[in-house]
């Protein structure tokens, strides 16, 4: 197996990292990548394999420790995300679960937005206390809630940023030192930016986890996720952690998502300049009484997007004049953007939170997050501009 020789003397940038960092031929000198989807590995002599058990050899023992296929997986996460070191996961949720659980004990306290993914939220406020360890939600854009909010066994601060699906901003930087001044750790779920257009480390998170399942994959086929941080991070929590609690990637799955890190930055930008059309067709129809895109100058934290985000992303949401029977009008008109929960997919879709995503929360939890029943979520994908600008202005007609 020969690893990828790419050029050490000169910086690359993220689109061709990301087709050729973590090439592993096999002695074909296949031109995609080989997917080893086997479970373990065998071992020429006794020898060997205890040479591999005892670190002397550092070569692949079994699926669920890591693969060849994860790897490079991996690597290419690794080197998009300027991280030291990273792992795999099965799902989003495995990677934030790990991320967290990884890292805590009983006694210890978590500091969280409170706009927050569902499941996410569910980690954090239902999970956690059963274990001991005690956690407090905060408005995430208010600073001075963060302060009031840590004790001396806090110990992890998250965030995702932008929020789902209000597409809120954070900031990651005045969030990090917070955290360090108190010597705990910044998680930051990195989904709705996408690694291309965010790097929470340059602004000091600690670390970074993914739903590969989203923008990575983007053609809507396997679950996936990845936890990113320094090396000593990894070694001192994750790895162990992942080997012994087995929340694996499937090496079938980590070959689909290394594909799909090669058009990673070609697709975030198609989608994000329909996406930037599509927000400056809602933001002045008389249908639409709110539109929030990052992207915007609008953006009610403009500066702070400025700040720590490449661009405005491939997400918008808007509240239509009305309330759900508007809101559903509008979506059962829709013909090319499907209805469904997901996001980051090449094709357009739709969600309506508050009966959805967001049902289990409740209307109080919702109203605080600014969660009303006329408020709907867009992923933009894909499809021509044209087709999807059409598709909206006809649904608008329907509410
Ligand atoms: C989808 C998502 C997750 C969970 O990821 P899965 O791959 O579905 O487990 C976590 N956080 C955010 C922001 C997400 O959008």
Request: aromatic share 8%.
């Amino acid at each position: 197996m020969s690893r990828e020789s790419l050029p050490k003397d000169r910086p690359l940038r993220d689109a061709t990292r990301l087709i050729h960092e973590g090439e592993a031929r096999s002695g074909f000198g296949e031109m995609s990548e080989a997917m080893y989807l086997t479970s373990g590995f065998a071992y020429d002599t006794m020898d060997a394999a205890e040479a591999r058990f005892d670190g002397r050899d550092p070569g692949f023992i079994y699926s669920r420790f890591s693969n060849p296929t994860v790897a490079t997986f991996e690597r290419r996460m690794i080197a998009l995300e300027g991280a030291e070191a990273g792992r795999a996961t099965a799902s989003g949720m495995a990677a934030v679960t790990a991320a967290m659980l990884c890292q805590l004990n009983a006694g210890d306290h978590v500091v969280a937005a409170k706009a927050l993914f569902g499941s996410c939220r569910y980690v954090v406020e239902d999970l956690c206390p059963r274990f001991g360890i005690s956690s407090t939600l905060v408005d995430g854009a208010d600073l001075d809630q963060w302060r009031a909010a840590i004790r001396p066994e806090t110990k992890v601060l998250f965030i995702e940023t932008p929020t789902n699906p209000t597409l809120q901003v954070y900031d990651i930087e005045a969030i990090a030192e917070i955290a360090h001044a108190n010597g705990a750790r910044l998680v930051v779920d990195n989904v709705f930016a996408t690694p291309v257009l965010q790097k929470p480390l340059k602004f000091g998170a600690d670390v970074v986890v993914y739903s590969a399942t989203k923008h990575i994959d983007g053609q809507g086929r396997v679950l996936g996720g990845v936890v990113l941080g320094s090396e000593k991070f990894v070694m001192d929590h994750l790895h162990n952690f992942l080997r012994q609690t087995g929340p694996a990637m499937s090496p079938f799955n980590a070959w689909v998502l290394a594909k799909g890190l090669e058009t990673l930055t070609l697709r975030v930008e198609k989608a994000q300049s329909s996406a930037a059309a599509v927000a400056d067709f809602f933001a002045t129809h008389p249908k639409v009484k709110q539109l929030t895109y990052c992207g915007r100058a609008d953006h009610p934290q403009a500066a702070l997007v400025k700040k720590q985000m490449a661009g405005g992303g491939t997400l918008v949401a808007f509240t239509l004049d009305g309330a759900k029977p508007e809101a559903f009008r509008f979506g059962d008109a829709l013909g090319v953007v499907k209805i469904s929960n997901n996001l980051g997919d090449a094709k357009s879709i739709l969600t309506h939170p508050a009966t959805t995503t967001h049902q289990r929360l409740g209307p109080d939890a919702r109203a605080e997050l600014g969660i009303t029943d006329a408020m709907l979520r867009l992923s933009i994908g894909l499809e021509h501009v044209d087709d999807l600008l059409e598709d909206v202005e006809h649904a608008l007609k329907a509410v």
